[in-house]
Every structure is written in C-alpha cells, then in structure tokens.
C-alpha cells in the first residue's frame, strides 16, 4: 500500500489548514501523526471504516476533524486555530487490524506516507 500525502504549508497563528492523503488501495484505519524537530512521532488522529470509530491525540482534540472518501480511498485532516506548538511534518499512516487501544501508537502502522511539512509561525 502507498500512501501520498498532500496540503502543508506555511501559515499564521489561528489560521486553518487542510491535510489530504490518499492509498493505493483500500485500507481499513488511516490517520495521521506528527512529528516535529527533536521531539517523538505524535499520535494525532485515526480513523477506522469497518468496525468504526475515530481515535484523538490529546494535543490536538477540539481543533480537528478527520474525514474520509472510502470511494477514493482518502482520508483528510482540517486543523482549525493552528499554534506554533502544531509546526511538525505530519506523516499519513494506514493500517488493517489496528484496534481501538493501540490506535495512538506508530507501531500499529504498517503503511506510512513520506510525510508534510506543516510551519504554523507567530
């Protein structure tokens, strides 16, 4: 499975931004993780189509919404009153079988896209 991810940018604080990423095929939870300089991968959010259920990271709950199109095989992350604390590259991830105790942890991934950058300055 290859994942592309697409939308970061440079933006102002508050601003909101769009993050898209789209698979290859079919997969049953994809979300996102950040990961900013000298700091450990971050569980943002996840979102699984068969058995349901989107999962939240604590840094970023209240200020996003996860979507996805399973027709095309995409998923989308809208940030709303970005902070310079959310500047980090977001990577997509995917998987089947991850289930709801371990969705905030990257090991559940198997699939990763190769990451956006995300600069939200003050």
């Known amino acids: 499975v290859q994942l592309q991810a697409s939308g970061g940018g440079v933006v102002q604080a508050g601003d909101s931004l769009r993050l898209s990423c789209a698979a290859s095929?079919?997969?049953?939870?994809m979300g996102w993780f950040r990961q900013a300089p000298g700091k450990e991968r971050e569980f943002v959010v996840a979102?699984?189509?068969?058995?349901?259920?989107?999962y939240y990271g604590d840094s970023v709950k209240g200020r996003i919404t996860i979507s996805r199109d399973n027709a095309k095989n995409t998923v989308s992350l809208q940030m709303n009153n970005l902070k310079p604390e959310d500047t980090a590259v977001y990577y997509c991830?995917?998987?089947?079988?991850?289930?709801?105790?371990?969705?905030?942890?990257?090991?559940?991934?198997?699939?990763w896209g190769q990451g956006t950058q995300v600069t939200v300055s003050s």
């Open positions: 991830a995917a998987s089947n079988g991850v289930i709801a105790s371990t969705a905030h942890l990257s090991r559940s991934y198997a699939y």
């Open positions: 095929e079919r997969i049953n939870t």
């Open positions: 979102s699984r189509w068969i058995g349901g259920g989107t």
